[in-house]
């Protein structure tokens, strides 16, 4: 099956500066990268995805990055700001069991003012 | 547009007691539909998923048990609570017929067993 690493698992950025969070996925039937955001206390929610036959993505300061050759793929997010402050999950899908995602471990992402 | 309901948003139960905790959506049919996980700590555990009405796949072994009675209806019981029950519960849905899309996930129930 999927496995998908996320690294690192805590991040801690000055205000303004950017942050980047990257995972590596084993399935190379794999087609489909979301990105999630968990507030403290809250519900996973998506901020953005990526399709493969897409090599990178924008919205506003978040962006992804996908390399299928190296099976690996990245969060970047710009202008960090406090309220960025999160655990971040990568998760992966499309392969044999493609109605499934795999999540990484997450990452806690400190924005510090 | 669609939505998905979880409840109760807390609860506190006694080891031995029963659980069960309910997911439904709306705006939406056939959906695939999912339930995790998250203890102490970040991590996304992916108990149960479901592809239709009936349909109950198990990723991990456990006290625990799902069922899918109505289309958009998933449930999660326990006959016996045990106190590694503990943590935040998380039910999900995506778009069924194949392919690969987003989870829209439920505001969670947050379980203590005591």
């Known amino acids: 099956g999927e496995n998908v690493e996320q690294h690192p698992s805590t991040l801690s950025v000055q205000e303004g500066d950017s942050a980047v969070i990257k995972c590596t996925y084993s399935?190379?039937?794999?087609?489909?990268f979301p990105w999630y955001k968990q507030e403290l206390g809250k519900r996973p929610q998506l901020i953005i995805d990526?399709?493969?036959?897409?090599g990178e993505k924008k919205d506003q300061r978040i962006a992804v990055t996908l390399n299928k050759t190296a099976k690996h793929f990245s969060l970047h997010i710009t202008e960090t700001q406090p309220e960025d402050s999160a655990v971040y999950f990568c998760?992966?899908?499309?392969?044999?069991?493609?109605?499934?995602?795999?999540f990484g471990k997450g990452t806690l992402l400190t924005v510090n003012p | 547009s669609q939505t998905i309901h979880q409840w109760p948003a807390t609860l506190v139960q006694p080891v031995g007691s029963p659980l069960s905790l309910e997911c439904t959506v709306e705006?939406?049919?056939?959906?695939?539909l999912y339930w995790y996980r998250q203890a102490a700590g970040r991590g996304l555990q992916l108990l149960f998923y479901?592809?239709?009405?009936?349909?109950i796949s198990s990723e991990v072994p456990q006290n625990l048990s799902a069922s899918r009675p109505q289309d958009r209806q998933f449930i999660l019981s326990s006959k016996k609570l045990l106190l590694s029950d503990s943590g935040f519960y998380l039910c999900a849905w995506s778009a069924g017929g194949g392919g690969s899309y987003g989870y829209t996930f439920g505001s969670g129930t947050r379980l203590t067993v005591v």
């Open positions: 990526i399709r493969s036959n897409v």
């Open positions: 479901s592809v239709g009405i009936g349909q």
């Open positions: 998760a992966a899908s499309g392969g044999g069991s493609n109605y499934k995602l795999t």
């Open positions: 705006g939406t049919s056939n959906p695939n």
């Open positions: 399935d190379s039937a794999s087609n489909y």
